[in-house]
C-alpha cells in the first residue's frame, strides 16, 4: 500500500503516543497475569475448579496469553517513529484482529452490564469468580482505548492527507486512474458484500432475541449481549462497505466510511475466527466438547464475509492513496472530475 504523504505530526511519536503505551500496559496487566496463572493450572479466580481437567485449558489459555502479549507490543511498537517505515500489513493486520477483538468483547460486556443493572439481576459468572470480570473487562476497555489512541496517531502521520479528502474526490480519482479488474469493481464489488453483513446482522439479532436457528449449542448459550454485539459488528461494516462504495454522497470524509469498515469488518472476523481457532483446540483434545454444528458454519461464514470486507476496505486505501500520491500538491494544479463523469470515462475507457 502506498502512502500519502502527511506532514510530520509532532505528537504522534511524543507525549500521547507513549501515554497509550503506558495505558495499554496497565489495561493488559490483569488478563495477561490470570491466563498466565491459568496456563500453569493456579485456580486463581476459578469458582469451578473442574475446568482446570478439561482438555485445551492449558493450550487455549497459553494462546490467549501470547495474543495479549503481541498486542501490547503492538501498541508499543505503533507510538515509535519506525513503524511508518514498515511494512504495511506488518502493522494493520495484528491492529485490526485486535480491534476487532476488543470491539466484541467490550460491547457485548457493556450490553450484558447494562441489561443486568437495569434488572437489578447479577450476571451469570459460570466457572469463574464474579471478581474476574469486574477485572478482566474494564482493562480490555482501556487497551481498546490505548489502541485507538495508538493506531490514530500512526495512521494520521502515515495517511493524514488521504484520509482527510471527502469520498467523492477520492472516487473520482480511483474512477479516472482505474488500473485492475477489482479497482473498476470496487463499488459493486462493496455493495454486495455490505448486503452479506446485513444478511449477518439479520441472523445474529436473531439470536440475540433468543432464537433458536441451527442444532450447534455454540452460538445459542453465548450471552445475548454477544450476538447483539455481533450484529451491531456487522451493521457498522455494511454501513462503512455502502461508503466506500459512494452510497453516502461525495462531501463525506472519506476517513469516515474507511473506520468503519475497518471495526466491522474486524469485529465480523476476527473474534468468531479466534473462537473457531480455540474450539478446534478443544475438540482436538476432549471427548466431550459439542460437535461441529450448523451454527458454527453460519459463524465461519460470517468470519468470511468480515476478510472480504477487510479486503475490500484495503483495497480501496491502497487505490486511493496511490491515486492521491499521484496528484500535484497544488489545488491549481488539478482538476478533479465530478464522480459521476469520473466512473462514466472510467466505464468507457475500459469498454474501449
Not at 473520482?172 to 449477518?200: H, K, Q
Not at 461441529?292 to 479486503?311: N, S
Request: aromatic share 8%.
Amino acid at each position: 500500500m502506498a502512502d500519502a504523504k502527511a506532514p510530520d505530526h509532532a505528537w504522534e511519536v511524543g507525549r500521547l503516543g507513549r501515554g497509550a503505551a503506558w495505558i495499554s500496559a496497565i489495561g493488559a496487566l490483569p488478563y495477561l497475569a490470570l491466563k498466565v496463572l491459568w496456563t500453569f493450572d493456579v485456580p486463581v479466580g476459578i469458582a469451578d475448579r473442574s475446568v482446570l481437567d478439561s482438555g485445551g485449558w492449558v493450550a487455549a489459555n497459553a494462546l490467549m496469553a501470547v495474543v495479549e502479549l503481541a498486542g501490547l507490543l503492538l501498541v508499543l511498537g505503533l507510538t515509535r517513529s519506525w513503524a511508518r517505515r514498515a511494512p504495511t500489513w506488518l502493522l494493520l493486520f495484528p491492529v485490526w484482529v485486535g480491534t476487532g477483538l476488543l470491539f466484541q468483547v467490550v460491547v457485548g460486556a457493556a450490553l450484558m452490564g447494562v441489561s443486568s443493572a437495569s434488572s437489578g439481576e447479577s450476571a451469570d459468572t459460570g466457572e469463574f469468580q464474579p471478581w474476574v470480570f469486574a477485572i478482566v473487562y474494564p482493562s480490555f476497555a482501556v487497551q481498546g482505548v490505548a489502541l485507538a489512541i495508538a493506531f490514530a496517531s500512526h495512521v494520521r502521520a502515515r495517511w493524514g492527507r488521504l484520509l482527510s479528502e471527502r469520498t467523492g474526490t477520492v472516487i473520482a480519482c480511483r474512477a479516472a486512474g482505474v488500473r485492475s479488474w477489482p479497482e473498476r469493481r470496487l463499488a459493486g464489488m462493496a455493495e454486495a458484500v455490505a448486503g452479506m453483513a446485513a444478511a449477518v446482522a439479520v441472523v445474529c439479532a436473531y439470536w440475540a432475541a433468543g432464537g433458536s436457528f441451527g442444532d450447534s449449542r455454540v452460538s445459542l448459550d453465548a450471552p445475548w449481549g454477544m450476538n447483539a454485539s455481533r450484529a451491531a459488528g456487522a451493521v457498522i461494516a455494511a454501513a462503512g462497505l455502502l461508503g466506500l462504495a459512494g452510497r453516502w454522497g461525495e462531501r463525506t470524509p472519506f476517513w469516515l466510511p474507511m473506520s468503519l469498515t475497518w471495526v466491522g469488518s474486524g469485529a465480523l472476523a476476527a473474534f468468531d475466527g479466534l473462537a473457531a481457532v480455540l474450539a478446534s483446540l478443544l475438540r482436538g483434545t476432549d471427548a466431550s466438547a459439542p460437535a461441529w454444528g450448523l451454527t458454527d458454519t453460519v459463524l465461519v461464514i460470517k468470519v468470511v464475509i468480515g476478510l472480504l470486507a477487510g479486503v475490500l476496505g484495503a483495497l480501496a486505501v491502497a487505490a486511493a492513496a496511490h491515486d492521491i500520491h499521484l496528484q500535484p500538491t497544488s489545488p491549481d494544479l488539478v482538476e478533479v472530475q465530478p464522480v459521476e463523469s469520473a466512473l462514466g470515462a472510467g466505464q468507457h475507457s475500459a469498454a474501449g
